[in-house]
Nanobody
Framework: QVQLVESGGGLVQAGGSLRLSCAAS????????MGWYRQAPGKQRELVAV???????NYAESVKGRFTISRDNTNNTVYLQMDSLKPEDTAVYYC???????????????WGQGTLVTVSS
């Protein structure tokens, strides 16, 4: 099995910063894509940012220029640096990883348990 463990959420004032971390562990052969999604109350889960092993990124328009995704491929860890936070960034943030499991080389996709980010005005 593969698990994702997230950390770094919390309460911050508007304009502040937070850094989320997500570490993958378990029966991993390779992870191709790691990313962050979020779900605000009453809304659907949406993509925030994703990063491939090769370094390609994709950001939601609403976070471009404020959030930065990075990854430690050696440790299968992904980070989300969130700056200039706004109240509308308040949500539960979920880590996601997609790749191949070991030893069966089956396709894997796993979600973290979520971490709450609250931005006060």
């Amino acid at each position: 099995q593969v698990q994702l463990v997230e950390s770094g959420g919390g309460l911050v004032q508007a304009g502040g910063s937070l850094r989320l971390s997500c570490a993958a562990s378990g029966s991993i052969f390779s992870i191709n894509v790691m990313g962050w999604y979020r779900q605000a109350p009453g809304k659907q889960r949406e993509l925030v940012a994703v990063l491939t092993t090769g370094g390609s990124t994709n950001y939601a328009e609403s976070v471009k220029g404020r959030f930065t995704i990075s990854r430690d491929n050696t440790n299968n860890t992904v980070y989300l640096q969130m700056d200039s936070l706004k109240p509308e960034d308040t949500a539960v943030y979920y880590c996601n990883a997609a790749g191949t499991s070991a030893p069966d080389l089956a396709r894997l996709e796993v979600w973290g348990q979520g971490t709450l980010v609250t931005v006060s005005s």
